[in-house]
C-alpha cells in the first residue's frame, strides 16, 4: 500500500533552515510528481511547489521562491523539503502529497510541525 | 495565478440535511479541480477529482459538479462523521491553489 512517512516535529530559532523528509514507499517512486503543502495553525492549505522525481525538475511558488529547495534521493525513495530564513509565521505542519494523473493529490504524508520560535 | 474562492466560509447542519458547497475560480481553469476533507490533527482526504469523479473508497453521498467557474461540492445526507473542513483545489501544470476552506459544524 502508498505510504508517505515524514520526519518528525522542529524547533527552529528564526533565520535558521529546516529540512523535513518524505520517505514513499508502495509504489514506483519516479512515476508521481510530489507536492508540499503547508498549513500554518487554524489556516488553510498553502502551496509550496513541486519535484518531479525522476528528474528532480522542481517549481515552486512565487512566495517561496529562493527559500525553498525541493530534492529527492531516488535510492531510498525520499523527498526532502528545505525551507531556510525561516521567521515565525513558517511555524505550520508541512505536508508531502503524491500527484495523480488526473491532477488531484491523492495520498498525503501525516505532516510534520515546524515551529519557528526564539 | 488563479485564486480560488469558496462559500460559505461556515456552515451550521444537521444529521440528514443536504449540504452545498460553492468553489468559485477567478479565471477559467480546465476540469482539474478537487476537493478535500480535512479533520483537526488530519491530513486531507481526496474525495472527488476532476470535478466529479468519485475517488475509490468515498461514499456516494459526495458529489462534484460544474457550472462554467463555479464548482459545487454535494453532501446529500450528511451524516456525523462528515463533520469537518472542505477545500477544494485547482492543480495545473504550472501551480496548485487551494480554496480558503468551508468548515461543516453540527447545528
Known amino acids: 500500500q502508498v505510504q508517505l512517512v515524514q520526519s518528525g516535529a522542529e524547533v527552529k530559532k528564526p533565520g535558521a533552515s529546516v529540512k523535513v523528509s518524505c520517505k514513499a514507499s508502495?509504489?514506483?517512486?519516479?512515476?508521481?510528481?510530489m507536492h508540499w503543502v503547508r498549513q500554518a495553525p487554524g489556516q488553510g492549505l498553502e502551496w509550496m511547489g513541486r519535484i518531479n522525481p525522476k528528474s528532480g525538475d522542481t517549481n515552486s511558488a512565487q512566495k517561496f521562491q529562493g527559500r525553498v529547495t525541493m530534492t529527492r534521493d531516488t535510492s531510498i525513495s525520499t523527498l526532502y523539503m528545505e525551507l531556510s530564513g525561516l521567521r515565525s509565521d513558517d511555524t505550520a505542519v508541512y505536508y508531502c502529497?503524491?500527484?495523480?494523473?488526473?491532477?488531484?493529490?491523492?495520498?498525503w504524508g501525516q505532516g510534520t510541525l515546524v515551529t519557528v520560535s526564539s | 495565478d488563479i485564486q480560488l474562492t469558496q462559500s460559505p466560509s461556515f456552515l451550521s447542519a444537521s444529521v440528514g440535511d443536504r449540504v452545498t458547497i460553492t468553489c468559485r475560480a477567478s479565471?477559467?481553469?480546465?476540469?482539474?479541480l478537487a476537493w478535500y476533507q480535512q479533520k483537526p490533527g488530519k491530513a486531507p482526504k481526496l474525495l472527488i477529482y476532476a470535478v466529479s469523479t468519485l475517488q475509490s473508497g468515498v461514499p456516494s453521498r459526495f458529489s462534484g459538479s460544474r457550472s462554467g467557474t463555479e464548482f459545487t461540492l454535494t453532501i446529500s445526507s450528511l451524516q456525523p462523521e462528515d463533520f469537518a473542513t472542505y477545500y477544494c483545489q485547482q492543480l495545473n501544470s504550472y501551480s496548485c491553489t487551494f480554496g480558503p476552506g468551508t468548515k461543516v459544524e453540527l447545528k
Open positions: 502529497a503524491r500527484n495523480t494523473y488526473t491532477f488531484a493529490t491523492d495520498y
Open positions: 479565471q477559467g481553469i480546465t476540469t482539474y
Open positions: 508502495g509504489y514506483i517512486f519516479t512515476g508521481y510528481f
